[in-house]
């Protein structure tokens, strides 16, 4: 189950495989949702690893809801601007790709734009909005099997206000331990 986690796992291969596993089980009872840093491929290739491994029912991507996207050509520009942008060697075209590939519906789930097309700030207010916003879509369309990747701010209390409230997972109605944050990877 681990060709993407063995191509671009670097030194934390085996770290990545035992939380691939952990995740998996996790994804039986609930909604699990992944941090990452958008630059590195970790959360990336144990989702392109659970998406093989058909145990993902549902994949929630931090873009716009998809809906918004006219066009397909559309939405693969957006990605392949978000690709360019953080250089991670796993890109979001290839999540969604395979993800397609193996029927799982994805979900975009985070409006970090206002109707302007402009980004809404990063502040903590910012974030805690954009977090309310998010786990509203996991609460309506979550569940077992429901795999979330996000950057990793969005778990933490200090990014979004202070509290646990402002969490992502709080939101969500995700379990503390099903945050898992794979960005030290």
Known sequence: ???????????????LKHQARLVRLKLVSG???????????????VIADLLIARV?????????????????????????????????AISLETLLTIAKFNHVPVVGYDNASND????????????????????????????????????SFHLYPKHSGGDFSTTLQAHGNVAFSSAIDLSRY
């Open 1 to 15: 189950m681990s060709d993407y986690i063995d191509d671009h796992g670097g030194t934390h291969v085996n770290l």
């Open 31 to 45: 909604a699990v949702v992944l941090g990452e840093r958008h630059d590195k491929p970790a959360a990336r290739a």
């Open 56 to 88: 993902v029912t549902r994949l929630f991507l931090e873009i716009n809801d998809l809906a918004v996207f006219e066009e397909e050509e559309e939405l693969l520009f957006v990605l392949k601007l978000l690709d360019k942008k953080h250089g991670n």
């Open 116 to 151: 302007d097309g402009r980004l809404r700030p990063t502040t903590a207010e910012g974030m805690a909005n954009r977090n309310m916003e998010m786990g509203r879509a996991l609460t309506a369309h979550g569940g077992p099997g429901a795999l979330a990747l996000v950057g």
